[in-house]
Structure formats: structure tokens, C-alpha cells
């Protein structure tokens, strides 16, 4: 009887992440987050031997990720997207291409903070090399697949963003979710995909004996629930989650970030964003509960919604 040899099945494509972008933007940052994750990192590698990398033999090698930017031996971008676009139709490779972008008052910020020169100024002013190097980088920045604008981002806030993009959860298809408190007046989480308003509660900071607690204490948890609409909006909140939270998973969404405000950040969005941690727990969902400004100052001037 004859025996049947089954095909090799076809080896996993090489996973190629090509980061590039403006200077000041971020680049070194994601990075190495990348590198955490467990990709393969070279920055500033010169772009004309990317094809030869990539047709060296490497059986054991994990995702790549290569950096670069204006700065790098032999940065030309229409080359580059030529090149880019060869390696992109090869089967044997899954080829991603992010372009980290800033403001250009932000950039200007940033240099000016580090004292370090534009690598595009030349003697000129910042903000003259900034220019310069935006219209030298316009088409790699329209050709992109992933544009990231990193004008409102802290270093953490590019780090989690990189995360959610590129990371991997030890469980297929499992989604991480993060509920979190923080305060208008402190400035909007940049990267939450709902935000809930709890402005409307009654505010415990003008109860002076509740004033230098937090949304962690007892006695604010029960002047919060005293209100007459807290009850009915939480289960809303509550409802509505229960119902995307898995819609989201079923998308193949890693990550989902729900974050609750109010004016300060200590008291009304900590507390919900504690009680509404423990109902999720209770529904089956394993959510980590972060605190953007539970240590701030408690100050009046930021408290505009008197009573």
C-alpha cells in the first residue's frame, strides 16, 4: 500500500515593522517598546540594504522591526517606497509601515526643553528645520499604512499606544481592558476609546470633611451613591459595556480602555471606575483599574462645577 507524505505546510510570513517619522516624534521610544515586546530591533539601519537583510536565511527569527529617519545613510523617500513596495509584495513577508508625526510647535517644544539641535537646522532656527524635514518626509507620511500623531502623548501614553498596536496577549483573541479615573481640568486621556462624564454627580470636594479624601474612601463612596442619579446612569454605564465589551473581543480588538472623568480626578470618576471594576469582575471580565490623577492637589481653583 502506498503511504501518503503530507506537504510542509508553508512557513509563517516574516513579520517586517518599518518605523519611521519626524525627529522629536518618538521614534527611539516605540522603539524600544518594540524591543520589550519581543521584536528584533535595528534603528538607523541604511534602507538600501533592507532587501539584502531580508534575503539573508534566518529560520529562527521573530518579528522585525527597522528604524529610520531623515538622519539615516541614504534617506531617499522615493527609494524608499519603491523598495518598500517590493518587499511588500513578497509572499514570505508581512510588511507594516508606521509613520510617527508632531506638531510643529510641539517638536519645537521638545528641542528646546533637551537643548539639542535639529538635525535638519543647519544653523538655521528649529522651526526652519522642522519645515525642511516635513516636506522631505510628506510622501512617506502619505504612503503609511499607520500614521501615529504624537503632539498630546507623554512618553507613557506613546509607550501603551505602541503596546496596543503591536503587542501580543499570552491568550489567542483575549482582550485587555483597562477602566481608569482622571480629571478634566488635568487635560483628556489621549488614547481611551470611551470616556464617561461624571461631572453630573454631586461633587464631594465642597464637603469640606471629604475634601482631602478620594473616590477610595468610604464615606466619598456613600456620599457619591446618595445621589439620585448615580444608581440609574452607572447601570446604563454598566449595560452598555456589557453588551461592546464582548463585541469589541469578537473584532479581534487586544485592548479597550474605558476611562471615567470628572473635574479634579480624585473623588466621583475613582469611585466609578472602582464600583464599575468590581461589577465587570463580577460579569466574568478581568479589568485593571488605573488612577491618572489620584495623587494631584486638591485645589478649588480647578473645581468649576460648584454647586
Known amino acids: ?150 503632539s498630546a502623548m507623554t512618553s507613557n501614553d506613546l509607550q501603551a499606544h505602541i503596546r496596543q498596536l503591536f503587542g501580543t496577549d499570552s491568550r489567542e483573541g483575549a482582550t485587555t481592558l483597562t477602566l481608569s479615573s482622571f480629571g478634566f481640568a488635568r487635560g483628556m486621556p489621549p488614547l481611551a476609546d470611551l470616556v464617561f462624564d461624571m461631572r453630573f454627580l454631586d461633587n464631594p470636594h465642597w464637603v469640606p470633611e471629604l475634601r482631602p479624601l478620594t473616590g477610595q474612601d468610604a464615606a466619598v463612596g456613600a456620599h457619591i451613591e446618595r445621589d439620585p442619579a448615580f444608581a440609574d446612569v452607572f447601570g446604563r454605564i454598566r449595560d452598555l459595556l456589557l453588551v461592546l465589551l464582548p463585541r469589541y473581543a469578537a473584532q479581534g480588538k487586544p485592548y479597550v480602555h474605558v476611562a471615567f472623568g470628572c473635574t479634579g480626578g480624585r473623588h466621583r470618576s475613582v469611585y466609578t471606575a472602582e464600583r464599575m471594576a468590581e461589577s465587570l469582575r463580577s460579569a466574568g471580565f478581568s479589568p485593571t483599574v488605573r488612577h491618572r490623577n489620584l495623587g494631584s492637589r486638591a485645589a478649588d481653583e480647578i473645581e468649576r462645577d460648584r454647586r
Not at 522642522?130 to 499604512?145: D, M, Q, S, V
Request: net charge negative; hydrophobic share 45%.
Open 1 to 150: 500500500m502506498d503511504t501518503l507524505t503530507e506537504a510542509p505546510s508553508p512557513a509563517a510570513p516574516q513579520r517586517l515593522l518599518l518605523v519611521t517619522g519626524m525627529a522629536g516624534a518618538g521614534k527611539s521610544t516605540a522603539l524600544a517598546v518594540l524591543e520589550d515586546l519581543g521584536w528584533e530591533v535595528m534603528d538607523n539601519f541604511p534602507v538600501r540594504l533592507l532587501k539584502r537583510l531580508m534575503a539573508m536565511p534566518d529560520e529562527a527569527r521573530g518579528p522585525l522591526a527597522i528604524g529610520f529617519d531623515s538622519r539615516t545613510r541614504g534617506f531617499v523617500p522615493a527609494d524608499i517606497i519603491a523598495l518598500v513596495k517590493d518587499l511588500a509584495a513578497r509572499e514570505d513577508i508581512a510588511l507594516t509601515f508606521v509613520f510617527l508625526d508632531c506638531s510643529g510647535s510641539e517638536l519645537e517644544r521638545r528641542y528646546n526643553e533637551t537643548r539639542r539641535r535639529h538635525p535638519m537646522a543647519a544653523g538655521r532656527p528649529v522651526m526652519e528645520g522642522i519645515a525642511a524635514e516635513r516636506e522631505l518626509l510628506e510622501p512617506l507620511r502619505r504612503w503609511a499604512e499607520i500614521m501615529v500623531d504624537t
